[in-house]
């Protein structure tokens, strides 16, 4: 782990990451996302003041534990946010992190989810946001989403155009339950575009709009060759 993270030698952040991967299975969300999370919330960090490090790295590494659980609940009411920092308190716990500290890293992990009520308000919970939020975009994002959709039958390509006759139809689409019934054009209409003005950092929202450009110059070109003209 130290050598594909980069981190300093410390034995808790081996003992998570180890739960952790008894726990993320699935595609688009195994652990190389935890690692390129980990990488961007470092980069983000440089470019910040007065980041608690021990907070944010035990964030970024537990934030998605309750995602496979979430996927394979056929009942829809797990939010893998909520569940994660449950999930979080007693790992913590149990490798004796202080009461403020666990606190601090289940607020992280309950507000980086994009579809939550419950918004960043540290500057650890907005890198970790920020940084979870720009793996869903740019070439990761176009390859993570099309996974995705193989995952759960969507079509590879659908006409903007039949969506767009009322915005209605835009907002139904965004809504959680809709999210995997359309194919990643779409959900960049609804998602991905909006993503570098919902980030908070400076340093994110930089990457964010050279990814969504990125992005936006596929999904043309996608278009395109759909319709024959190239
Ligand atoms: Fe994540």
Request: with cysteine; hydrophobic share 35%.
């Amino acid at each position: 782990m130290n050598k594909e993270m980069n981190l300093s030698v410390d034995k808790k952040y081996e003992k998570i990451l180890a739960s952790v991967k008894e726990e993320l299975s699935c595609s688009a969300h195994d652990i190389d996302h935890i690692f390129r999370v980990y990488n961007l919330g470092m980069l983000i960090a440089k470019s910040e003041k007065q980041v608690d490090m021990d907070v944010l790295i035990s964030a970024i590494l537990l934030h998605d534990i309750a995602r496979v659980k979430e996927d394979r609940d056929i009942t829809g009411s797990i939010d893998h946010a909520v569940l994660g920092s449950e999930m979080a308190d007693s790992i913590l716990s149990g490798l004796g992190y202080e009461k403020d500290t666990i606190e601090e890293i289940k607020h992280c992990i309950i507000s980086h989810r994009y579809r939550s009520n419950s918004k960043p308000r540290t500057i650890e919970a907005k890198i970790l946001f920020d940084a979870d939020k720009l793996d869903g975009i740019g070439a990761i994002g176009i390859v993570r989403s099309f996974m995705m959709s193989a995952q759960y039958g969507s079509k590879l390509y659908e006409d903007i155009s039949q969506h767009k006759q009322t915005e209605v139809n835009l907002t139904e689409l965004s809504e959680p339950k809709n999210r995997l019934k359309h194919p990643p054009n779409i959900e960049f209409e609804v998602k991905f575009k909006k993503i570098p003005e919902s980030l908070y950092t400076k340093k994110a929202k930089a990457i964010a709009e050279e990814r969504k450009k990125y992005m936006e110059s596929f999904f043309e070109r996608l278009r395109e060759e759909v319709k024959g003209l190239r």
